[in-house]
C-alpha cells in the first residue's frame, strides 16, 4: 500500500488510503513544483463542477452540487470552508484528495496533503498502534521516523492508553483522535480535514487548535471543512460554499 500521486504531489489519506487520479478533470500536470513553504498557492481548485443522478428512469434527475468551485490555499495559511448542510462541503474535499472525481475543472496542489475524512474509515480488529504502522509503511516512513511520530501524537492528542486497544473497543472520540493522527503522520505540508471536531470533547478541541497553530507556524497549510465557525479568530479566511460556487462570507 503506497500513497496516491497526482499533479506532483502525494496525497496521505487520514483514515483511507484513497487515489487522487482524477481522471475526468483537465489535471495541470506540467504545474511548475513549486517549495510549499514558501508558495502561494499549494493547493488549487479552479471552476470545479459535479452532479449526482438520483432515481430511475423515467423520473431519473439531475442534481447539481458544484457549479464552477474555486478555492485556493497558500502556505502557512488556515482556511475555513463553511456552508450549509448540503451546500457540497464533503463533495470538494473529496474531490480535492482525489476519492472523487469532479465532471468538470482543475485540481492541483504541490508535495503531500493529508486528509481526515468525516467518517473515521478505521480498521476494526486493529489497534492504534497497528494503525499507524500501516500508515507509516503506506507513507514509506522510517520505521523510526513512525516511532517518533506516534509519540508525538500520542501525548498530543491525550490517547496514549488506548495504544494497544483495537478500533472496535475504541469510543467515538478515540475514533476520531485516531483518524486525525493517521492524517498528521507523515507531518503533510497541507493537511485537509472534514468536520474534524465532531466527537472532540473541550479537552481535545483546544489540543487540536494548538496542532493547528504549530502547524501554521511550521509554514503547514490547513483547510478545515465545517458546517458552523464560532473561533472565527483561529482561521486566515474563511470562504462559503453558496449556491454551488464559493464565495467570501
Known sequence: MTPATT???TVTAGSVMVSADVPDIAASRSAPVLDSRAACPVLRAEGVTKSYRRGLWPRRRVLPVLRGA?????????????????????????????????DAGTVWAVDRVGYCPQEPLLYDRLTCDEHLELFGVAYEMDPAAVVAASEALYASLGFARWRNARVEELSGGTRAKLNLA??????????????????????????????????RAAGRSVLVVS????????????????AGKTVSP
Open 7 to 9: 499533479n506532483g504531489s
Open 70 to 102: 474555486d478555492l485556493e490555499l497558500c502556505a502557512g495559511e488556515v482556511v475555513g470552508l463553511v456552508g450549509e448542510n448540503g451546500s457540497g462541503k464533503s463533495t470538494l474535499m473529496k474531490i480535492l484528495v482525489g476519492a472523487l472525481a469532479a
Open 182 to 215: 493517521l492524517a498528521l503522520l507523515s507531518d503533510p505540508d497541507v493537511l485537509l480535514l472534514d468536520e474534524p471536531y465532531a466527537g472532540f470533547d473541550w479537552d481535545t478541541y483546544l489540543r487540536f487548535w494548538e496542532l493547528t497553530a504549530e502547524r
Open 227 to 242: 458546517h458552523f465557525v464560532t473561533d472565527h479568530e483561529r482561521f486566515d479566511r474563511l470562504v462559503e460554499l453558496r
